[in-house]
């Protein structure tokens, strides 16, 4: 046998022994959605995906995201697995990872050995043609199952818009908040999501369709403001309603790109920023690590008018300082003549999920 017909046997073997398999998506598995949905089928295997994968998989077949961002289903339901099918680079995500799969068997499937897991080194890599190699399992385990395998995990909890109460007056919750750009977005959009606690939020919160496409880039590199900027050529190379979600500091970093969206006379393109008082994702770092740093290091005094900003500009500047101004806004931009920029006022005294750099994964949030 080649080595990968032998490693795909091994891989096989483990899978039929285990009680409890998950299988891990990031990005690479997108060209084989189909033969991964198949794969779950058969194991009765939850799906969880990776942040970048977000949109991958089905938001209604995915039990959310996990690592950077995990939602609290995708964690219950990774924790109790015994085997995780990881479709997904292990690299620098593993730093993360590393903690969260102890205890678990991996499987590895990527399609360059670059990508091979590093701090949590996988018990059997299969580097190929990723739908090659997943399909080859899938004939393997058909006829080594009787027939396929009952679900094991628990359902999608139910998610409730406006149960938040916040502490500062005109603002809203983060959470209702994103689930109003979310009710937002129409059948087919592309998303790109910055690295800010918005991100988190979404990564938690959203349920979206392969066809409400969604980048970001926190696995691999990751800098401020680069949604916006990356948002410009997903809007003219595809031709859909666009949104970035950009943090308050990170459009600040490239705030003449707006005058760019204005030059080009983008329509059906929303710039939403997230303003929370100013690198409140960095204060809950800096407190999660026992750091001393005053709050006038990374929190304004005066926050700048995101709107009037854009309105300088020439785009048409929105303040949502509630969630139904801040739907029917997403809804209106996405649809209609722009850019639009909307600075969405969000309550800075609300508790961030400052992610898996500074927590390991077995830690709850309070």
Aim: glycine fraction near 10%.
């Amino acid at each position: 046998m080649t080595p990968m017909t032998t490693m795909i046997e091994r891989a096989v073997e483990l899978l039929l022994m285990a009680s409890r398999p998950v299988i891990l998506v990031g990005p690479q598995g997108s060209n084989a959605r189909a033969v991964l949905l198949e794969l779950a089928d058969l194991l009765g295997a939850p799906l969880a995906t990776t942040p970048d994968a977000l949109s991958v998989i089905d938001g209604r077949r995915s039990c959310g995201v996990y690592s950077f961002g995990a939602s609290p289903h995708a964690r219950h339901t990774l924790e109790r697995a015994d085997l995780v099918l990881a479709v997904s680079d292990l690299s620098e995500f593993t730093c993360r990872l590393g903690e969260g799969l102890a205890g678990r068997t991996v499987i590895q499937v990527i399609d360059s050995d670059v990508c091979l897991g590093r701090k949590r080194e996988p018990e059997i890599a299969i580097v190929g043609p990723i739908e090659e190699i997943l399909t080859r399992l899938r004939t393997r385990l058909t006829g080594g199952l009787r027939g396929a395998r009952p679900a094991w995990s628990d359902p999608l909890p139910p998610r409730a818009r406006g149960k938040h109460l916040t502490l500062r007056s005109e603002h809203m919750h983060p959470e209702d908040a994103a689930l109003a750009i979310e009710a937002a977005l129409p059948e087919r959009v592309r998303v790109c999501l910055d690295v800010t606690s918005a991100a988190l939020y979404c990564y938690e919160q959203w349920r979206l369709t392969p066809a409400q496409r969604a980048f970001s880039s926190v696995e691999q590199s990751a800098c401020m403001g680069e949604a916006v900027l990356a948002s410009l050529g997903v809007r003219l190379a595809s031709s859909l309603p666009t949104l970035a979600l950009v943090g308050d500091w990170g459009q600040l970093m490239v705030p003449a790109e707006l005058h760019t969206a204005v030059e080009l006379g983008l329509d059906r393109y929303v710039v939403v920023v997230w303003a929370n008082g100013g690198g409140a994702f960095i204060g809950a770092g800096i407190a999660q690590q026992g750091l001393q740093v005053p709050e006038s290091a990374w929190r304004w005094r005066r926050p700048p008018s995101f709107a009037r900003l854009a309105e300088s500009f020439g785009a048409h500047g929105v303040v949502a300082t509630d969630v139904r101004t801040l739907q029917r806004a997403v809804s209106e931009g996405l649809r209609g003549p722009g850019p639009v920029l909307i600075e969405a006022r969000i309550d800075p005294l609300a508790s961030i999920p400052a992610g898996d750099r500074f927590l390991t994964l077995g830690e709850s949030r309070a």
